[in-house]
């Protein structure tokens, strides 16, 4: 007749008769329950967004803003993005009184390497660089605020993130500036 031994019935392990199977066999409960707790708390954090950094399946964005030489300019880009997203990228620029002339707005260059631009609105009037700026000229607007929205999505080739500076200019010199940091995530 053959021996008849133990079976862990959760592990599904044959375990030869003796304490110090029975020591091995509890071990292994014990490993197997604990790895699936971890696990399963893993997994529950994840789903309720406790991990954003890891699990982001979306855009975070966020708002900056500045104040100088009567200019107020606040910035809407997204902070945490993936390729291929539409993220946003949003300028407003507020100045008591009005515009006296053209609005003009510059962005790092490469800051802009991020993005697979699909349109401007409004599109601007002129546009040249100053160095490490793409600087774009708008008609000034009739109110005291002015509102740019840059119709794009992160480059679908984009493994990384970049920083960059928006900011407004007066005479080729900026008066006002927000910094941008976008990481793009796998």
Known sequence: MPSAEPIDTLAGIAAPAGDASTRV???????YSVV???LAAIIAVALVGGLTDLDTVGVDSRRERAVADGYELVVHYGTVTRGGLATPFEIEVTRT???DGPITIGVSRAYLELWDEN??????????????WLMWEFDPPDTETFRFSFDARIAPSIQRGASGSVAVFDANVPVVSVDADTRVLP
Do not use: C, H, K, M
């Open 119 to 132: 349109g401007f609105y409004p599109t601007p009037s002129a546009e040249t660089t100053n160095g490490d």
């Open 25 to 31: 066999v509890r071990r292994r409960r014990i490993l």
């Open 97 to 99: 009184g009005g515009f």
């Open 36 to 38: 699936t707790a971890a």
